[in-house]
């Protein structure tokens, strides 16, 4: 699996992984997975904001859950030293959609990151997901997506 080539083809250039902004660590392998904190989605190096169904559409919301993803793919990068060859499935995705109290196609935004890593790391990257919606997330941000990787030994 060529991840990098497969970014390239995407064009898709990782960013560097984001500190954490609080008392928490970005990724903690254990029992065999990385669990990979929540990240949250950055455009042109800007916080994507807002409330989808309010002052955000469903394109804006789906194109955020993608931009979350690209940063779980740098935290993934980060925490394996390079090394992608070592995740050998997307197990899972709990994203978190900031959204009007009568918007009900979280799903649909979540979908922007779950394509990209179907994309990516192909039926791997096929996983189970969550995709809730809630009324406010840290600094604003219009998505949060958190993960659960399987990892092959080292």
């Given at each position: 699996?060529?991840?990098?080539?497969?970014?390239?083809?995407?064009?898709?250039?990782?960013?560097?992984?984001?500190?954490?902004?609080?008392?928490?660590?970005?990724?903690?392998?254990?029992?065999?997975?990385?669990?990979?904190?929540?990240?949250?989605?950055?455009?042109?190096?800007?916080?994507?904001?807002?409330?989808?169904?309010?002052?955000?559409?469903?394109?804006?919301?789906?194109?955020?859950?993608?931009?979350?993803?690209?940063?779980?793919?740098?935290?993934?990068?980060?925490?394996?030293?390079?090394?992608?060859?070592?995740?050998?499935?997307?197990?899972?995705?709990?994203?978190?959609?900031?959204?009007?109290?009568?918007?009900?196609?979280?799903?649909?935004?979540?979908?922007?990151?779950?394509?990209?890593?179907?994309?990516?790391?192909?039926?791997?990257?096929?996983?189970?997901?969550?995709a809730v919606g809630?009324?406010?997330?840290?600094?604003?941000?219009?998505?949060?997506?958190?993960?659960?990787?399987?990892?092959?030994?080292?």
């Open positions: 699996m060529q991840i990098d080539a497969k970014l390239a083809e995407l064009g898709l250039t990782l960013p560097e992984a984001a500190a954490p902004v609080a008392a928490y660590l970005p990724a903690v392998e254990v029992g065999g997975l990385l669990h990979i904190s929540g990240q949250l989605p950055f455009q042109d190096g800007q916080l994507m904001t807002g409330r989808v169904g309010e002052d955000r559409d469903l394109d804006y919301g789906a194109e955020a859950a993608r931009r979350c993803a690209v940063m779980l793919l740098a935290q993934i990068r980060k925490a394996l030293g390079g090394d992608f060859q070592r995740v050998e499935r997307i197990v899972k995705l709990g994203v978190f959609v900031n959204s009007a109290a009568d918007f009900t196609d979280q799903a649909k935004v979540a979908n922007g990151a779950s394509e990209l890593m179907a994309a990516i790391f192909g039926d791997s990257g096929k996983h189970a997901r969550s809630v009324a406010v997330l840290p600094l604003g941000a219009v998505v949060e997506i958190d993960a659960i990787v399987a990892l092959r030994d080292a």
